[in-house]
Structure formats: structure tokens, C-alpha cells
């Protein structure tokens, strides 16, 4: 059968058993190399999964339904390689995808948290790793998350606990989008934005009781030869970040917790084999230039001062700690110069780059 004649084919079936046997036939291709495929695959996708052809918001919220079950009932075989799961969720997602797509997504996500659908976790947090944390795609899911199942809730899900056992990799991409949300802001105008305390509970949680968690995005990625796997990005640089930033405008004692948390994942973090790729030098760059931008409209108060003091405290203590499991990886001397630059001082903070030009 030509491709012209499935694509007439399927335009006899229902919507959905349409989507159902495109995603077989994608399955089928996937892996086929001849010229043309890819843009045969991208053309059934468009039209028979997400239905492009069609005016934007002409799909009903049922039909979106159905799609989101015949996703997670296609990504949930048992009989599905993991390369080959994670391939067809890439076409289906990757690069630069429609907000529709995007809804779907978050849809399927959040049908895959709350019904603990590991298979479709283990997909997302792939696509989240291919595609960037700070892309589109993964901010706005983050974003969309946090607004299901933390900003209207009183008390984390069981479903959420346990993501971290369900899906590590899912959860430790997860807090990496997340992280980008908030206390991120750089220019002065911008009040610092807080995460919502569930979340800050949750993920100090996740991380307390699994320091490791943190380093679950640096296992293998399952992708089918010839596609290339994207830089390892781990959530401490957005954590650390948090904890010190947040020194500077909040008193909240869930802070203390995940900032001990941050301090025993980066004792987990020395490479065994290779070179580091848990912290980047450059993210925790942003983090001084944060800082002396709030700094500078803080004031001299005695109250500030010392809120200044513990959030280099907290800063000194993690970069200490990085340099000693040697996972920071990057311009390093650059950072130190960074570091020599933050005003008011910090005898910790002087005794920490001491040591590293000492060495």
C-alpha cells in the first residue's frame, strides 16, 4: 500500500483508532533510514495524531481525552523497547512543538503521574533532556504541573512521594524545569518570585531521603543510533540557587532543610569514572550575579546584614562541598574570580577561594 493510499485509509477510520494504528505504523518506521520517511512519519503525526489540518481549537476536549489514552495505552506495552518508546515520543514532541501539542503533553503527563504510568515518565523525562530544560517545551509543562498538582493543593500526593521511586529520571528533570521558575530573576525591577512551599517540601523530601536523585538525569539515555544525546543538566545548580537567593528575603526554615539536602547530594556527586558533569560553573555564575543585584537594594539594616551573611554562608558551604567531591566542571577559575567580586565579604566565602588557589 502506497503512503497515499493509507493516508486514505485512515481518513475512513474514527479519530482515535486512527491515532492508534499511525502510531503502529510510525513504530514501523522509526528506524528506517530510506529517504523520505522522516517526512512521511512527521506528515502522519501532524495529520492523524494531532490533527494539524484542521483549524487551531477545532479539537474537543473529548477527543483530546481519547488521544491522551491511546498515548498512554501505546507507551505502556510491555512488549515496547525502551529506544524505540523513546524515539517515537521525540517525534511526537521534540523540537519546536505547537501549544496544542504542548497541552497534550501536559495532559499525558499528568494522567501518567497520577495513574503512576512509569513507561510514559521515563519518556517525558527523556524528551525533557533532549529538548533543553530552559526550551519551551519544558518550561511550559513545568509550569503546567506545578499548576495541576502544587498550587491549589494543600498536601502533596501520594502519587507525587513517590515519583522519585516510580520515575527518577522523570523527577530529577522535573526539579531541574522547575528550578528555572523561580528566584531566578535578574533584573532589579522583578520582585523575586518564590516556589509555593509544597513544592519546596516536596523536592527537599525527594532529596532527603534520595541524596542520588539529583545525578539520575547522568544515566544512559536509550536513543536509537545515530541521534545524539544531549549534555547532562542535574537540578543543583537550580536548588543551590534557591536555597541561597531565598537567605535574602525569606526566614522560612524549609530552606535550612533543603539546603542540608543540597550539601548531601553533592557529597554523592564525585564522578567515578570520567570527568565531572554534575555542577557547571557557569550556573553558579548566575547565582552571584543575582545576589550582588539584590544585594544593592537591600539596604544595611542590621536584619539584612544578616541575611546577606547566611546566604554567603550557604553559597561558601556548597561550592566548598562541590570542590571537594570534585563535580563542578567548567570555567572554574572564572567563577573564582566571580566569587572575589560578591560585597559585603564572608570569612567563609574568602577561606573557600583561598583554598582553591591554594591547591
Not at 264 to 272: E, N, T
Not at 319 to 330: H, K
Request: hydrophobic fraction near 45%.
Amino acid at each position: 500500500m502506497s503512503s497515499h493510499e493509507y493516508k486514505l485509509a485512515l481518513r475512513k477510520l474514527e479519530p482515535q483508532i486512527a491515532a492508534r494504528d499511525c502510531l503502529l505504523k510510525v513504530e514501523s518506521l522509526v528506524f528506517n533510514t530510506a529517504r523520505g520517511k522522516q517526512e512521511l512519519m512527521m506528515s502522519l503525526i501532524s495529520e492523524f495524531i494531532f490533527s494539524e489540518h484542521l483549524p487551531p481549537h477545532s479539537i474537543s476536549s473529548l477527543q483530546e481525552f481519547h488521544l491522551v489514552l491511546a498515548l498512554s495505552d501505546y507507551f505502556c506495552k510491555s512488549s515496547l523497547p525502551e529506544q524505540t518508546s523513546n524515539a517515537v515520543f521525540i517525534l511526537l514532541f521534540g523540537g519546536t512543538i505547537s501549544p496544542s501539542r504542548i497541552s497534550v503533553l501536559t495532559k499525558l503527563t499528568s494522567t501518567a503521574i497520577s495513574a503512576q504510568l512509569s513507561q510514559v515518565l521515563n519518556c517525558v523525562g527523556t524528551l525533557m533532556q533532549q529538548v533543553g530544560f530552559q526550551s519551551v517545551t519544558s518550561i511550559e509543562l513545568a509550569k503546567n504541573l506545578v499548576q495541576d498538582f502544587v498550587v491549589f493543593s494543600s498536601k502533596a500526593s501520594q502519587q507525587l512521594s513517590d515519583l522519585p521511586k516510580i520515575a527518577p529520571r522523570f523527577a530529577c528533570n522535573f526539579m531541574t524545569a522547575v528550578t528555572c521558575l523561580y528566584l531566578v530573576e535578574t533584573n532589579q525591577k522583578s520582585p523575586l518570585i518564590e516556589p509555593p512551599f509544597l513544592l519546596l517540601e516536596l523536592f527537599t523530601n525527594w532529596i532527603t531521603e534520595n541524596p542520588s536523585l539529583c545525578l539520575a538525569s547522568q544515566q544512559p539515555l536509550m536513543l536509537p543510533s545515530g541521534m545524539l544525546s544531549m549534555p547532562n543538566e542535574t537540578p543543583l545548580a537550580g536548588l543551590i540557587r534557591w536555597s541561597c537567593v531565598a537567605a535574602l528575603i525569606s526566614k522560612k526554615e524549609i530552606y535550612s532543610k533543603l539546603h542540608l539536602s543540597i550539601l548531601q547530594s553533592l557529597l554523592q556527586a564525585k564522578p567515578v569514572t570520567g570527568p565531572p558533569v554534575a555542577l557547571n560553573a557557569t550556573h553558579l555564575q548566575l547565582i552571584v550575579t543575582i545576589f550582588q543585584l539584590r544585594v544593592e537594594e537591600m539596604g544595611k539594616s542590621a536584619e539584612k546584614s544578616e541575611a546577606v551573611q547566611l546566604s554567603l554562608e550557604r553559597f561558601a558551604q556548597c561550592i566548598q562541598v562541590a570542590m571537594a567531591s570534585q563535580c563542578i566542571y567548567g570555567n572554574i577559575p572564572q567563577l573564582i574570580i566571580r566569587l572575589e567580586s560578591l560585597r559585603p565579604t564572608n570569612q567563609l566565602m574568602q577561606i573557600v577561594i583561598n583554598n582553591y588557589k591554594n591547591n
